[in-house]
């Protein structure tokens, strides 16, 4: 596995019990003896402080703090060589979350780098070294949650909370010396299973069975940080399912947590799954907005309402989620995806940074009060399935821990963290990173729309694939035009922003081009600002991504990358560069022969 601590000795047979004894720990083995005094500081909690004394540093920070500020002291001395004077840091959310779709029979739901690294076989199957590694990795970069099992609980995950309590125990204690703190995706209908005859969230048996459930979760895993719950989303049960709001029937969660400091983060993900393709009347990616605002500040003060960052589900391009912009008295995390479901299934080169760096630029910094990721980890020998995707994992961290982090210099650190490439490489591999997201968009579906990949598996490019369906994903091309009207006039999507934003995107003739379907319904025939029409640039943009894979291709194939991550990294590539030329060529395709407009290039389009 080579990751970005690879320059790190091994913790194998080492011994450490808490954050503070293996912030010591690793200090010793990476840098001089004695050259770091560390001073505990409670009142810095995850926050550190280094400061130069004459032998040497001062290092402050609470139990975690100081953990954190000595990966920040080790990984910058190896990547920089170099350290401040002085230095503070602490992280801008309290929590910053992975979440792991994980499911007991050892499958991973969107899960690209092998099997469960939690489960096999309908049982706990951890192995303690890989743990303390996943452990290092996520302390290494701030991140302090785990939430190991898939939103979606099937049979047996609920035994995580029962007959698996003393396994949850164990894997807890595996990672509480490094921060690191465990959260479990439970079932709302569970009552239910145990003999309850509802789940309502107002009875007062049903209220008195989590309260009880807590109670025996609590009294194993002291430390645990909360529950993780999926309901009435995607024919998950609910709340709705008893006329109950989702204030509710969260609040009835979080109450049971309550007294135990944990937190109940509850997914906004809710929308109609059942949609007629002919009812224009609903408009997907207005759903969460209808369903939670009127629900402002009617949630319990540990509830934590997780919003994916775009309204539809993680496609490669979309708007900043509007709940995120207009909630206020609710505590929200934003939920970013490091799995690549729709971005190419860690097969295709897709570094995350620059888009989220896109998001944060909408989002007022004190918005939200947590960032979380669905997980791209798994238990193949490159924990991240392909070894520069877990580029995306160590720029999560960063991001969480300070969302105003440069992009390019935190990929850059992992590049040179994690390969020993020469300095030039090191820049031809950053700028490449760095691109990729814009490359696979320009390949895959056109400015804005998304949704033109295979259903179920969404790898791979079909236009209307989604089109005539029930999940309410729809680009409504046809001979004449594509895409949606959002705008007051059409589903009114764009009146759930700020005025600002309203503004920003509310004319074709001034919206981002990059949004430009997202937000409008327009001919093919209609000018873009650099002159030339949508069609045209639909085709050039698709025949650009296919030609900036194959120059990406070449470029990894120069990169001295060590084996056996060479390998796989070009046996990905070329891979990519198939993914590339089939969706430049169906895409083309599609839209040559919905709108009979010839490439006015003339380059090959099959017709
Ligand atoms: C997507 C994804 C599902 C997942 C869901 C969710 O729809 O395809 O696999 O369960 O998101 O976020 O809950």
Same mark, same amino acid.
């Given at each position: %596995?080579?990751?970005?601590?690879?320059?790190?000795?091994?913790?194998?047979?080492?011994?450490?019990?808490?954050?503070?004894?293996?912030?010591?720990?690793?200090?010793?083995?990476? @840098?001089?003896?004695?050259?770091?005094?560390?001073?505990?500081?409670?009142?810095?909690?995850?926050?550190?402080?280094?400061?130069?004394?004459?032998?040497?540093?001062?290092?402050?920070?609470?139990?975690? &703090? @100081?953990?954190?500020?000595?990966?920040?002291?080790?990984?910058?001395?190896?990547?920089?060589?170099?350290?401040?004077?002085?230095?503070?840091?602490?992280?801008?959310?309290?929590?910053?979350?992975?979440? !792991?779709?994980?499911?007991?029979?050892?499958?991973?739901? $969107?899960?690209?780098?092998?099997?469960?690294?939690?489960?096999?076989?309908?049982?706990?199957?951890?192995?303690?070294?890989?743990?303390?590694?996943?452990?290092?990795?996520?302390?290494?970069?701030?991140?302090?949650? @785990?939430?190991?099992?898939?939103?979606?609980?099937?049979?047996?995950?609920?035994?995580?909370?029962?007959?698996?309590?003393?396994?949850?125990?164990?894997?807890?204690?595996?990672?509480?010396?490094?921060?690191?703190?465990?959260?479990?995706?439970?079932?709302?209908?569970?009552?239910?299973?145990?003999?309850?005859?509802?789940?309502?969230?107002?009875?007062?048996?049903?209220?008195?069975?989590?309260?009880?459930?807590?109670?025996?979760?609590?009294?194993?895993? +002291?430390?645990?940080?909360?529950?993780?719950?999926?309901?009435?989303?995607?024919?998950?049960?609910?709340?709705?399912?008893?006329?109950?709001?989702?204030?509710?029937?969260?609040? %009835?969660?979080?109450?049971?947590?309550?007294?135990?400091?944990?937190?109940?983060?509850?997914?906004?993900?809710?929308?109609? !799954?059942?949609?007629?393709?002919?009812?224009?009347?609903?408009?997907?990616?207005?759903?969460?907005?209808?369903? /939670?605002?009127?629900?402002?500040?009617?949630?319990?003060?540990?509830?934590?309402?997780?919003?994916?960052?775009?309204?539809?589900?993680?496609?490669?391009?979309?708007?900043?989620?509007? =709940?995120?912009?207009?909630?206020?008295?609710?505590?929200?995390?934003?939920?970013?995806?490091?799995?690549?479901?729709?971005?190419?299934?860690?097969?295709?080169?897709?570094?995350?940074? +620059?888009?989220?760096?896109?998001?944060?630029?909408?989002?007022?910094?004190?918005?939200?009060?947590?960032?979380?990721?669905?997980?791209?980890? &798994?238990?193949?020998?490159?924990?991240?399935?392909?070894?520069?995707?877990?580029?995306?994992?160590?720029?999560?961290?960063? @991001?969480?821990?300070?969302?105003?982090?440069?992009?390019?210099?935190?990929?850059?650190?992992?590049?040179?963290?994690?390969?020993?490439?020469?300095?030039?490489?090191?820049?031809?591999?950053?700028?490449?990173?760095?691109?990729?997201?814009?490359?696979?968009?320009?390949?895959?579906?056109?400015?804005?729309?998304?949704? %033109?990949?295979?259903?179920?598996?969404?790898?791979?490019?079909?236009?209307?694939? #989604?089109? /005539?369906?029930?999940?309410?994903?729809?680009?409504?091309?046809?001979?004449?035009?594509?895409?949606?009207?959002?705008?007051?006039?059409?589903?009114?999507?764009?009146?759930?922003?700020?005025?600002?934003?309203?503004?920003?995107?509310?004319?074709?003739?001034?919206?981002?081009?990059?949004?430009?379907?997202?937000?409008?319904?327009?001919?093919?025939?209609? $000018?873009?600002?650099?002159?030339?029409?949508?069609?045209?640039?639909?085709?050039?943009?698709?025949?650009?991504? #296919?030609?900036?894979?194959?120059?990406?291709?070449?470029?990894?194939?120069?990169?001295?990358? +060590?084996?056996?991550?060479?390998?796989?990294?070009?046996?990905?590539?070329?891979?990519? =560069?198939?993914?590339?030329?089939?969706? !430049?060529?169906?895409?083309?395709?599609?839209?040559?022969?919905?709108?009979?407009?010839?490439?006015?290039?003339?380059?090959?389009?099959?017709?």
């Amino acid at each position: %596995m080579n990751t970005w601590l690879r320059l790190l000795s091994s913790l194998d047979g080492a011994v450490f019990s808490s954050p503070e004894e293996l912030a010591r720990l690793e200090l010793s083995r990476a @840098l001089p003896e004695d050259s770091f005094a560390l001073v505990p500081d409670p009142a810095l909690g995850d926050g550190w402080r280094l400061s130069r004394s004459e032998g040497g540093w001062i290092l402050r920070g609470g139990g975690t &703090g @100081l953990l954190y500020g000595a990966y920040s002291v080790i990984l910058r001395r190896l990547a920089d060589g170099e350290l401040p004077e002085e230095e503070a840091s602490s992280p801008r959310y309290s929590l910053r979350m992975i979440n !792991c779709w994980d499911n007991m029979d050892g499958t991973v739901e $969107r899960g690209y780098s092998g099997r469960s690294l939690f489960f096999e076989g309908g049982r706990c199957a951890w192995e303690p070294a890989r743990m303390r590694e996943l452990g290092r990795l996520l302390a290494s970069v701030g991140l302090n949650v @785990l939430c190991i099992n898939n939103v979606n609980v099937h049979e047996p995950a609920q035994q995580l909370l029962e007959d698996s309590l003393p396994e949850l125990a164990r894997l807890a204690d595996v990672f509480r010396p490094f921060g690191v703190r465990l959260m479990v995706s439970v079932d709302f209908s569970r009552p239910l299973h145990a003999g309850l005859p509802t789940a309502d969230p107002l009875d007062p048996e049903v209220r008195a069975w989590w309260r009880g459930t807590a109670e025996k979760v609590y009294a194993a895993v +002291p430390d645990l940080a909360g529950f993780l719950v999926k309901a009435d989303s995607e024919n998950r049960p609910g709340p709705y399912a008893y006329g109950r709001t989702h204030a509710e029937g969260a609040n %009835m969660l979080a109450e049971a947590l309550a007294p135990f400091g944990g937190v109940l983060v509850w997914r906004a993900f809710v929308y109609n !799954c059942h949609q007629d393709w002919r009812d224009t009347g609903t408009d997907r990616p207005k759903a969460a907005f209808e369903h /939670y605002m009127p629900l402002d500040g009617q949630f319990a003060e540990n509830v934590i309402l997780q919003v994916k960052h775009g309204p539809f589900d993680f496609q490669v391009r979309e708007p900043l989620s509007p =709940l995120l912009l207009a909630m206020r008295q609710t505590a929200m995390a934003m939920e970013l995806q490091l799995a690549q479901e729709y971005t190419g299934h860690q097969i295709d080169l897709y570094t995350m940074i +620059p888009m989220w760096k896109e998001l944060f630029e909408e989002l007022p910094p004190n918005r939200i009060t947590a960032l979380a990721a669905v997980s791209n980890l &798994g238990r193949d020998v490159c924990i991240t399935g392909h070894p520069l995707a877990a580029v995306n994992l160590y720029t999560f961290g960063r @991001l969480a821990w300070d969302p105003a982090v440069d992009a390019a210099g935190a990929v850059r650190d992992w590049v040179r963290l994690t390969w020993a490439l020469p300095e030039a490489q090191e820049d031809v591999l950053t700028s490449l990173l760095l691109s990729s997201r814009r490359t696979y968009e320009k390949y895959t579906a056109p400015l804005g729309i998304g949704w %033109m990949v295979n259903p179920h598996d969404h790898y791979g490019p079909n236009p209307s694939g #989604y089109e /005539y369906d029930q999940w309410g994903t729809y680009h409504k091309a046809d001979r004449n035009a594509v895409g949606i009207d959002r705008t007051h006039a059409g589903t009114g999507y764009l009146d759930q922003y700020p005025e600002a934003l309203r503004r920003k995107y509310g004319d074709p003739a001034s919206c981002a081009d990059l949004y430009l379907l997202f937000y409008h319904r327009l001919p093919y025939t209609w $000018r873009m600002r650099d002159g030339r029409t949508l069609i045209q640039r639909i085709y050039d943009d698709h025949f650009e991504g #296919y030609e900036e894979t194959k120059a990406l291709v070449e470029s990894l194939k120069k990169l001295d990358f +060590p084996a056996p991550d060479r390998e796989l990294i070009l046996s990905r590539a070329e891979m990519q =560069l198939t993914d590339a030329r089939e969706w !430049c060529d169906i895409i083309n395709t599609f839209f040559h022969r919905l709108s009979g407009i010839p490439d006015e290039r003339g380059r090959t389009i099959y017709p």
